[in-house]
C-alpha cells in the first residue's frame, strides 16, 4: 500500500536545473525522515540529501552541498530535490526514500542525464 513516486528527471545540460518530486501514499508522511539518493551506472547507491520528519534538520553529501536543495510539504506529502548547477558527474537514478526506526520504504527512481 505505501508507494513512492518520483518524477521530474530527464536530461538537462551542465550548469543547468532539475525539481524533482517525490508524492507518498499509503502512509502518515508527517512521521517519516525522507531522502533522496542515487545510484549511477557500476556505482554504489549514494546518499544525496535527507531531511528529518518535521523538516527541522537537513543534510547533504559533501558533492552536492551548496548545489541542491530538499525540502518537504507535510500537507502535500511531497518531498522536492532542487538541483542547481547540474555536472556529467549528477548522472544517476535518483530514488526516493522513505524511513522511521521500523520501517523503510523505496521509490521506483527516475533518471536524472547532465549532458551536452
Known amino acids: 500500500q505505501v508507494q513512492l513516486v518520483e518524477s521530474g528527471g530527464g536530461l538537462v545540460q551542465p550548469g543547468g536545473s532539475l525539481n524533482l518530486s517525490c508524492a507518498a501514499s499509503g502512509l502518515t508522511f508527517g512521521n517519516y525522515a525522507m531522502g533522496w539518493y542515487r545510484q549511477a551506472p557500476g556505482q554504489e547507491r549514494e546518499l544525496v540529501a535527507t531531511?528529518?520528519?518535521?523538516?527541522?534538520?537537513?543534510n547533504y553529501a559533501d558533492s552536492v552541498e551548496g548545489r541542491f536543495s530538499i525540502s518537504r510539504d507535510n500537507a502535500k506529502n511531497t518531498v522536492y530535490l532542487q538541483m542547481n548547477g547540474l555536472k556529467p558527474e549528477d548522472t544517476a537514478v535518483y530514488y526516493c526514500?522513505?524511513?522511521?526506526?521500523?520501517?523503510?520504504?523505496w521509490g521506483q527512481g527516475t533518471q536524472v542525464t547532465v549532458s551536452s
Open positions: 531531511v528529518t520528519s518535521d523538516g527541522g534538520r537537513i
Open positions: 526514500h522513505a524511513r522511521r526506526v521500523w520501517a523503510t520504504y
